[in-house]
């Protein structure tokens, strides 16, 4: 058991479901099209995989997913199935343990879909990895925060500021109270505002507040990049005494967030754009646990989840299921990720996120539900902490508005933007 | 022109398409929910993405993805749409690249399909990529080919040898004349059989037959892995007189495989591994040309593109379209990669292949379709080079066939496995 390494399952098949599910576990341990001398039952017995499940959900009538090989059946199983691999052929790494899970299968002409749900991994796998470096207790630390999450935010408009402008729009967030700051995916490096000179002005804006207020808010800045821009922009964050690195976590990889990790001493927060390719189609792809599993091996502190009642496709279902992942401890030392609500949150959601939750170890970002607050910033910003506060003492929402001008006011307007 | 990045798309959309399009445009570039301060002219003329062409294909009854907000509107608009970005928003980076032309998109609730069907990129971008140090024409002056691809193989079972177990198999294909041999992506670092284990046996196997043929057969070993493994197995590889790595490009990541193109005077093999997730929904994802543009500037020598009537569920119009997009110069200096033909490959296929490619700059990999051979590897191998020599030269199979008794062997062997 401690030494296997366990993959679950949707498929969907014109074929039998054994027939397809031992196909996969063929296809991705000692099998091949045709049967070789050199597979001999030694090396069966050492790196085969195996089929340990099968639970037949539904027949439907058509393919999910087209280039199926149906033969003469015109009807399609969909089934959970688990595979299991010796730990030993994988060893303690990320790629070949998606090379292995994740890897030439949703190609299969056997199935008609086939969407990874969950990854169980053996300790000696988990123990060799470092984890978030600060996760869910670190960033409450340095914060400083008892009940309420940690109110973030995004520089506005995505792209196009110059670094003056950053600084400015930074400038203002700060005075209005806000706790952390990012970077936009599309803001990384850009000609016009180059990452190094961004770095500079924001850290000029943060330490003049820092010397009036005595608060620091944390910018993550968008480094993602090549090795050797990442490292230059980590350096310079860390020489400019901030603290925090977005990355772009599909599109620099793994072994690049283990480096970062291990290499700084920053919050390293993953920004998961692009991860609808992974997740828009129902009988293909990868559910967020194993999203979130492994890029919190890798290091990540922090990670995107969406939001209840979010502008893109993704169901509140699905958001908590996320949410609830990251914040599964995960042995040893507990090393959960703390999960980044946003996309069009108010204080509307707050309510339904902590009750649906149980708790408040997330960073609740808001764009328009801060700077679309009539009376400004730090009124958005007082707005969203009373109703994160009422929320954790179970004072109901219109309750904790009755008592709280800014909240008020905040139910008002955003009650109004919903059609 | 020169200085804008476009990407096509096919997208889906219940919304009319000109809004559904602005949406996409708003979402990647100076865009919010709300319509902020910031959001200036001068940073909308610096910064703004727009849509170029919008050209309608359909009109269907069903969402392809779920998740889009329908409205009252019970029917779907099938359209290709061009965005163009200022180069400047990206600079050369491959990771904002995709941030920008494929991040928060396909979660997009405005559309209920969206796939990256291509992508033009201004020559300062291409101009600050290394491209493939070795391509087409390195590949091909390392073995020496003139009118036939060199012919390849795999290393099977995937998964299970030992270092001298794989050793063994290398020195009977290296005596077999194939030309190259590599991992399967499985293979990596298993705990039965270290990466660094195996390369010190597989290079033991190669130089042996070297030192009594004069001739190499190049070696792909698998050194995905964190950045530190990856450095120390391509050291090995050097240092052991090897010249190729192979890489698992999905989960790697262009930034591990971009520092290892400028540290190391090895062939890249790039292995997609994964594609499926990208590919398989048709309107998700993105198209081949997409990904082999991306690869190919992080230097990248090999790419697979499966094979015509190969195992899998693609077609094969979808694979030559691969292939060729490989094979299409990319200035300055050509840089094209060598594509990659694998999957149930044998004789059968050659004549389609070379005459839909016309041409023969590839490698052919087989596995059955060598050690499958009656008469053995020798002769599966000579049976392959016969054919491409026969197709080369415009001899149909059946003509070429009765003049090679390897060749015929292979005919009657592989036409009785196809059902």
């Known amino acids: 058991m401690s030494d296997e390494i366990r993959a679950h399952y949707l498929i969907e098949t014109p074929l039998p479901v054994e027939q397809a599910a031992a196909a996969i576990a063929g296809e991705q341990s000692t099998g091949t099209f045709m049967k070789l001398a050199s597979e001999s039952d030694a090396v069966t017995a050492r790196a085969g995989a195996r089929v340990a499940r099968i ?34 052929n994988v060893g303690p790494d990320l790629s070949t343990l998606m090379a292995t899970v994740c890897g030439n299968l949703s190609e299969l002409s056997e199935l008609s879909g086939i969407r990874l749900l969950d990854v169980e991994l ?21 914060f400083g925060l008892a009940a309420v999450p940690a109110i973030g935010t995004i520089v506005k408009p995505s792209i196009g500021l110059l670094p003056e402008e950053t600084a ?20 990384a490096n850009p000609l016009f505002a180059p990452l190094e000179a961004r770095i500079a002005a924001v850290m000029g804006a943060i330490d003049r507040h820092a010397d009036r207020t005595g608060k620091r808010p944390m910018f993550a800045f968008n480094i993602s990049g090549d090795l050797d821009q990442m490292r230059r922009g980590a350096e310079a964050i860390v020489k400019a005494g901030g603290d925090c690195a977005m990355l772009s976590l599909n599109w620099v990889g793994t072994p690049a967030v283990l480096a970062l990790r ?26 967020y646990r194993v999203y979130q599993l492994v890029h919190r091996l890798a290091g990540v502190d922090h990670i995107h989840v969406n939001g209840l009642r979010n502008k893109f496709s993704e169901s509140d279902a699905s958001v908590l299921d996320s949410a609830r992942a990251c914040l599964a401890p995960l042995f040893p030392g507990d090393r959960r990720v703390m999960p980044v609500f946003s996309s069009a949150q108010t204080v509307l959601q707050v309510h339904d996120t902590y009750a649906a939750l149980g708790s408040a170890d997330l960073i609740y970002a808001c764009g328009g539900g801060i700077v679309g607050h009539p009376d400004g910033i730090a009124a ?24 709280d001008a800014a909240l008020r006011r905040a139910v008002e307007t955003f009650t109004q933007h919903i059609r």
Chains 1, 2 share one sequence.
């Open 122 to 142: 053996p300790r000696a796998f988990v123990d060799a990895f470092p984890g978030p470096r600060f996760g869910v207790e670190g960033t409450r630390a340095r």
């Open 168 to 187: 400015q729009v930074v400038a203002e967030f700060a005075e209005g109270g806000i706790d952390f700051i990012k970077d936009d995916e599309l803001s």
């Open 55 to 88: 639970e037949r959900i539904a027949e439907v009538p058509t393919p999910s997913l087209p280039g199926a090989r149906t033969g003469s059946r015109a009807r399609y199983t969909q089934a959970r199935i688990e595979i299991v691999w010796p730990y030993a």
């Open 380 to 403: 958005g910003t007082r707005s969203l902490r009373a109703a994160w506060e009422a929320a954790a003492a179970g004072i109901p929402l219109a309750q904790a508005a009755r008592e």
């Open 262 to 287: 291990r290499e700084f001493p920053l919050f390293i927060h993953g920004h998961r754009n692009g991860w609808g390719l992974f997740s828009r189609a129902p009988m293909l792809g990868l559910d």
